[in-house]
């Protein structure tokens, strides 16, 4: 189990630094231009810098939520609504956090967020995102063309991929449903091709 845990944190640390580094390499580009003596605090540059720095610490915000340890007594920073519409402001995918889901308890919402960036890699262009509070449980509602989760994705899902057999491209999908059967869930996907997905977040049923 030891060996399993490593594992799993290293590719989440792999998919959390490949998420970053886009935005982190744009504010290195701005400060050299910035820094270069010819061309002075040239306005472009002082505006992406600004903007690349800003899109970082909202990626930074999701990922410590999404990842990391809630505390039922009370978020610190923003609602996980706001982060949400922060991670996905000005990129390819819109994304409706519904009001059923914002009235959820904070660690059944950290699940939800999990859902959204598991539904953001499964779009391959642009499209929409949608997580809501159905009869089953939490839904995600993920629409746009070519959306589809392969077998190995589908595998991470219900927890049948082996630890071994985890990669990038799966971890994402594996630790949702772990933290699905955390609070008693299960993850239930519906592919629909070729252009809606939803995975639902299933309570047991007492």
Known sequence: MFMADIR????????????LVGPVTAVINGA?????????????????????AQRTGRRLQFYRFIYGFVDEGGAAGPPPYQLAADFFA???????YGETARARPLREQQLGCNLLALGAEMLPRSGSLAIDV??????LEATGEGIAADPEQLAALSL?????????????GYFTALLARSYGARLIAENNPPRRLTITAARAKD
């Open 8 to 19: 799993l944190s290293q590719l989440l640390a792999a998919r959390l630094c490949h998420e």
């Open 32 to 52: 050299e231009i910035i820094g270069d003596a010819d061309i002075g605090t040239d306005p472009d540059a002082l505006a992406l810098l600004r903007e690349s």
């Open 90 to 96: 000005n990129s390819r995918l819109s994304c409706r």
């Open 134 to 139: 159905v009869a089953a449980g939490l839904r």
């Open 160 to 172: 049948s991929l082996p630890m071994a057999a985890l990669t990038p491209r799966t971890v994402q």
